[in-house]
């Protein structure tokens, strides 16, 4: 794809920033976006960084386990997640049987040799450096002269073989953390085995309608109702964009005020968020791309990509922070565009708004204590049951089997309404809890209050005690996403004469419009 041109302005390039754990299939090439810039910016691809990081996808070089070498000068990672390598190597039968369930590429095996060569190796430079330090120590006397060259000898030999040492020690680290942070989350013992067919329906709501006449997709409806544009939209952006026209710019404009107001009122913070963020916070928020092709766009020439959920952002709002207990729990709620590359993504099943470039969404998020999680993975599934079933829509709640689930998710619910147009169920809406996946890597702690604290964990200060920190737990969920929920409204409130009935719980913020009619 060619560059636009731009006269004095400058241009951005979109790519497809690439997964950093390996993969059983290389990517295609990468394809790009070039947009309009405001100042000069000449981009490229995201740089790379090898370290292998359970997040978005390209084949990267790894070290054999027949090897048994550790790569010479390995790239220091950009950031290290806190990850329990004890615990890890405490219970390597479950942590393998959670990679093969969820056909992670994780190489446990080297994980663990890594670690053990990582224990021997930092045991011998703390030898050593006792070592240096008792020669130190002997030279602060008086001393013969050919006492003295012997020590200095002694202690220059120390140090030359120390600093060999600590470089090794260096490398295997940074090793370490690349291989380890492959490894995905952990799994609710209840969670479902399996590929995505072996999903457990954990409830189904209202029934489908029964209409009296032939049905139309959201697509006729959208033409027939001058509600949106993809001719124009491909000319202008590429496939997969859109214009929303007339009543449909005011039914999106509702969906979110809607979302937003609902879900406030239940104790969440309405946020903005940026669109842009860093590359490293996205990693840290654990995303993986499913199949061979990433979902990300990465701006070139910078560490920053375009945002595919809020998700990311809030995740990332109280990075490297200690919260209070008292704090917690802290909830969200965030509106955003959302940009997602969608690859590998054809055929009518994803035909109209059902996938799409770009998005609006509306996004909960939760920090908590670990002991809570649990309790608010389902406070957010009751919210978005209540929220669709107000809107009247036929769905069904799941929970996701294994094989469907990222690396952060420790457990997964789904929501899929009936779209009648399209004659099935689609995935509206997602509620995951990550547990302290995201929060390890995000550095994202809490202090337990003074009142909780036991004689054994009390640490004394100046007339005051603390527990040691512990990290939170994060969940998030979907409230509404704009171009699903079109699709629902549309295809499941059409009336025979072609216009289509507004839900009553929008019509408020749609200033009492109740029905969108032919022009």
């Not at 005051?464 to 990290?471: D, E, L, N, R, V």
Request: charged share 25%; with cysteine; hydrophobic share 40%.
């Amino acid at each position: 794809m060619g560059m636009v041109p731009s006269g004095r302005f400058g241009t951005v390039t979109l790519s497809r920033a690439p997964s950093l754990c390996r993969s059983s299939c290389l990517l295609p090439p990468l394809e790009t976006l070039t947009l309009a810039s405001p100042r000069r910016c000449m981009l490229r691809r995201s740089p790379l960084h090898p370290i292998l990081r359970a997040f978005s996808a390209a084949s990267v070089p790894t070290i054999s386990p027949a090897s048994q070498e550790v790569r010479k000068v390995p790239v220091k990672p950009q950031w290290k997640a806190a990850i329990d390598f004890k615990w890890i190597r405490d219970n390597k039968d479950v942590v393998a049987a959670n990679i093969k369930n969820r056909k992670s590429s994780a190489n446990l095996e080297l994980v663990l040799e890594l670690y053990e060569k990582f224990l021997s190796l930092q045991k011998e430079v703390e030898r050593l450096r006792a070592e240096r330090n008792i020669v130190a120590n002997k030279m602060k006397g008086k001393l013969e002269p050919s006492v003295r060259q012997t020590l200095v000898e002694e202690g220059k030999s120390l140090k030359e073989g120390l600093v060999a040492l600590e470089e090794d020690l260096i490398q295997i680290t940074d090793t370490l953390q690349q291989e380890a942070q492959c490894i995905p989350n952990t799994m609710h013992p209840d969670v479902p085995v399996g590929g995505e067919d072996s999903s457990v329906v954990r409830k189904m709501v209202g029934s489908q309608k029964d209409f009296k006449f032939a049905v139309k997709d959201h697509l006729q409806l959208g033409k027939e109702l001058n509600l949106f544009d993809f001719d124009a939209a491909a000319e202008v952006s590429g496939s997969k964009f859109y214009y929303l026209k007339n009543e449909a710019v005011l039914l999106e404009m509702a969906l979110v005020n809607w979302a937003i107001t609902e879900v406030s009122r239940k104790g969440f913070i309405p946020l903005i968020t940026p669109e842009i963020v860093r590359s490293s916070v996205v990693e840290k928020c654990g995303f993986q791309p499913r199949g061979e092709n990433t979902q990300v766009y990465s701006i070139e020439d910078s560490d920053q990509c375009l945002i595919g959920t809020a998700e990311i952002p809030v995740g990332g709002i109280h990075m490297d922070s200690i919260l209070l207990e008292s704090g917690l729990p802290r909830k969200y709620v965030a509106y955003s565009h959302c940009f997602r590359t969608e690859a590998g993504a054809a055929g009518t099943a994803t035909r109209g708004l059902y996938r799409v470039h770009q998005f609006s969404k509306v996004e909960m998020f939760i920090f908590c204590r670990p002991e809570d999680s649990d309790m608010y993975h389902e406070e957010l599934i009751a919210i978005e049951e209540d929220l669709f079933t107000s809107l009247g829509l036929h769905f069904k709640i799941l929970d996701m089997a294994t094989g469907d689930l990222g690396a952060p998710a420790y457990r997964k619910f789904d929501v899929e309404a009936w779209m009648p147009g399209l004659g099935r169920y689609g995935e509206i809406s997602s509620a995951s809890n990550c547990t302290d996946y995201q929060s390890r890597r995000l550095g994202i702690r809490y202090r337990p209050s003074v009142s909780d604290l036991s004689p054994t964990n009390a640490k004394k200060g100046k007339g005051s005690s603390s527990a040691p920190t512990q990290f939170v737990h994060t969940l998030n969920a979907t409230a509404c996403a704009v171009p699903r929920m079109l699709v629902c409204l549309l295809e499941n409130f059409q009336q025979e004469d072609g216009s289509v009935v507004i839900p009553e719980p929008l019509r408020p913020f749609m200033g009492g419009l109740q029905v969108i009619s032919r022009k």
